[in-house]
């Protein structure tokens, strides 16, 4: 069997995957958002000592085995995908999740090949899938620590106001809320305060912290902050009110949640039932439905079919989704 249409079959593959990527991945009105954010951040923003700076770098590149090493080197922006592993809360490093990407690659391809896959198939769908499963999973973990921490978050900051006015400091307050919240936020809590400890500023690390979990509620209550020390005023009150503006927050987007529930529903329905009757239709008859694997005809049109079927996720997707 000629090679070009498993190349084509692959390409649509790899065209609806992205398509599907680029749904999910949220609006582009929260990096507009980031935007903003940076903007105020870096108008309020204090320098920090660049002594303090090295000896961090030195600190994170200790961390690095010769595993993540080797594999840092071909990958574009290695510090970037560090820093996405560190918003899970867990020690993967590039080099675990890397050598965990090619076992799965190659688990898999040798799998399909065996069982009578064309070769070049094999590989490619081995490769998609090593690629995609452990991105999925270190994006679930991220979503599920950012939502036990975006849930926590107003708790912490009231903890914050009541130590505020009965007269301790902003630093003591945070190791107050590092050992009595827990779950992520009394980690990233602890993280600050010991980093305050070796000597970086409190909006130094404050600032660190927004950056690695990327939420936009961590990054008020930074800029909060900054604007505080150089305006003055009631901290207390300031926090208070933020709370209140994150507890409404978080409200709107559980009301939009329940009010998109449905079409959410019908769109995974109706965009993994073909998947299921395929399946379904294969473990009977597996004859009949191999031929999507060996005929030229049949490999085009399934291609063109996922496609069109990635194309109508995307907008259902993105009529479904609202950004606060």
Do not use: C
């Not at 609806?16 to 991945?25: Q, R």
């Not at 594999?71 to 867990?90: C, E, H, V, Y």
């Not at 090949?113 to 198939?121: K, M, N, T």
């Amino acid at each position: 069997m000629e090679a070009t249409p498993i190349i084509v079959f692959a390409a649509a593959i790899l065209g609806a995957l992205l398509l599907l990527v680029a749904a999910f991945a949220g609006p582009s009105t929260a990096k507009a958002q980031g935007r903003r954010l940076a903007d105020i951040r870096d108008r309020h923003a204090t320098s920090s000592g660049g002594a303090v700076e090295a000896q961090m770098r030195r600190i994170l590149a200790q961390r690095e085995t010769k595993l993540d090493l080797a594999f840092t080197r071909f990958i574009p922006n290695p510090a970037q995908f560090q820093k996405r592993l560190d918003m899970t809360g867990k020690n993967w490093t590039v080099g675990k999740y890397a050598v965990t990407s090619l076992v799965i690659a190659l688990v898999l391809a040798g799998g399909m090949a065996v069982q009578g896959l064309p070769i070049l198939l094999a590989l490619f769908v081995g490769l998609l899938v090593g690629v995609g499963v452990p991105h999925m999973i270190v994006g679930i973990q991220i979503g599920r620590r950012v939502a036990a921490f975006t849930s926590k978050f107003p708790d912490a900051i009231e903890l914050l106001v009541r130590g505020l006015r009965s007269g301790l400091p902003i630093s003591e307050t945070m190791g107050v809320v590092a050992s009595e919240v827990p779950g992520p936020v009394g980690e990233e809590f602890r993280a600050v305060s010991d980093k305050m400890k070796i000597g970086r500023t409190m909006d130094a690390a404050l600032q660190e912290t927004a950056d690695r979990l990327g939420t936009p509620e961590f990054q008020f209550f930074t800029i909060t902050l900054q604007i505080q020390r150089e305006t003055g005023g009631n901290l207390a009150e300031t926090l208070a009110n933020l709370a209140e503006v994150l507890r409404k927050r978080a409200q709107m987007k559980l009301k939009i949640k329940a009010m998109s529930s449905e079409s959410k529903a019908s769109a995974y329905i109706i965009g993994s039932l073909p998947f299921i009757v395929f399946v379904l239709i294969s473990y009977i008859n597996y004859d009949y439905m191999g031929k999507f694997f060996t005929d030229e005809r049949l490999m085009i049109a399934g291609g063109g079919g996922i496609v069109w079927m990635a194309i109508g996720a995307f907008i259902m997707r993105q009529m479904i989704n609202f950004e606060i």
